[in-house]
Nanobody, 124 residues
Framework: QVQLVESGGGLVQAGGSLRLSCAAS????????MAWFRQAPGKEREFVAT????????LYTDSVKGRFTISRDNAKNTVYLQMNSLKPEDTAVYYC?????????????????WGKGTLVTVSS
C-alpha cells in the first residue's frame, strides 16, 4: 500500500504562484508513474501533469503548459507541482496519484493510489 499526502494549497491572487507537494509513504519502491489531477467545483476530475519515476519524462495538459512544472525527488518519495501565472480557472482541489506500472496514457482509472487533495483558490 502507498499513502499520499498533498500540501501547499491555499489562496493566491491571479498571476501568483504556488508549489504543491505530495509525500508518499509505504511501498513506494514500486511506484512508476506519478501524476497530478484536479477537480474544479461542479466539474469532473481532470488530468494536469504526469512524470515517470525512472526517466523523469513529463506530460502536461494543454491548459497548464508553460505555467506548471511537475518534478519529483525519488529519495524523498515526493512529487511536486510548481504552478506559476495562476488563473482563476485553475481553482480546484488538486490530487496526486501514483501508479505501480508503466502506461502509455494516464487516466483517472489507471492510477492505483490517490491522496485526499489540497484546495487551490485563485482570486481575480
Amino acid at each position: 500500500q502507498v499513502q499520499l499526502v498533498e500540501s501547499g494549497g491555499g489562496l493566491v491572487q491571479a498571476g501568483g504562484s504556488l508549489r504543491l507537494s505530495c509525500a508518499a509513504s509505504g511501498r513506494t519502491f514500486s511506484t512508476y508513474v506519478m501524476a497530478w489531477f484536479r477537480q474544479a467545483p461542479g466539474k469532473e476530475r481532470e488530468f494536469v501533469a504526469t512524470i515517470t519515476s525512472n526517466s523523469g519524462s513529463t506530460l502536461y495538459t494543454d491548459s497548464v503548459k508553460g505555467r506548471f512544472t511537475i518534478s519529483r525527488d525519488n529519495a524523498k518519495n515526493t512529487v511536486y507541482l510548481q504552478m506559476n501565472s495562476l488563473k482563476p480557472e485553475d481553482t480546484a482541489v488538486y490530487y496526486c496519484a501514483f501508479r505501480r506500472a508503466p502506461i502509455t496514457i494516464v487516466t483517472i482509472s489507471s492510477m492505483d493510489y490517490w491522496g485526499k487533495g489540497t484546495l487551490v483558490t485563485v482570486s481575480s
